[in-house]
């Protein structure tokens, strides 16, 4: 009799990337998410993520593609993370722009970024939106408020926290990135979680 033996499947995390600003955040969870044992990532990147990248960085966007373990395109709307039966953990979009917000909050899904937000909220798995915008229009907050209502749908706007007295910028986008992670179950190994008044110093 053969013996089978199968292979040990990682947890999937879809991770989309699009046309706002916090590209070394999408770099940051990318890191993590390879330091990760368990899990692995699949990439999606819209072409204003990649330019807004360039921009912001000075780094190509083939930069990003190297942390992750899978590239898909946009426009790849046949791609596994398009139905429901590929197996995921979920889907982060670092960082979300509001036109993405607009997409999902309306089931827009015309490319594989928003079908797979699509599918994510559909099979109730957690999808996180590292939604960018400020200053908010009431357009912005009611479609915010709208998917913040949904199961398994966590709005985190990369907001600046000081209670970890972060010393860089790097810092803080690595505490960021690892609130943005958190749902997925991912505990950053330096994340620094609040103590209580005196015990983070």
Not at 139 to 165: D, E, K, Q
């Amino acid at each position: 009799m053969v013996e089978r033996t199968e292979e040990v499947r990682k947890k999937r995390i879809i991770v989309g990337a699009t046309g706002a600003s916090g590209s070394p955040l999408l770099l940051q969870c990318l890191q993590l998410i390879r330091e990760a044992a368990e899990y692995e990532s699949w990439l999606v990147m819209s072409e204003s993520a990649r330019l807004t990248m360039e921009e912001e960085t000075g780094m190509p966007s083939s930069e990003a593609e190297k942390l992750a373990d899978h590239v898909l395109e946009p426009g790849d709307i046949g791609a596994g993370p398009a139905s429901g039966s590929f197996r995921t953990e979920g889907m982060l979009i670092v960082p979300c722009s509001m036109k993405t917000v607009a997409g999902i909050c309306s089931g827009y899904a015309d490319n594989l970024i928003l079908r797979a937000a699509d599918v994510t909220i559909k099979e109730q798995r957690t999808l996180v939106l590292a939604a960018r915008e400020t200053p908010l229009s009431v357009i912005h907050l009611r479609n915010l408020s709208t998917l913040a209502g949904i199961p398994g749908v966590r709005i985190i706007p990369p907001m600046m926290t000081f209670y970890n007295h972060s010393e860089t910028i790097d810092d803080m986008v690595y505490h960021i990135a690892a609130k943005l992670l958190e749902p997925f179950g991912i505990e950053a190994a330096s994340y620094r979680r609040w103590e209580g008044i005196g015990h983070g110093k």
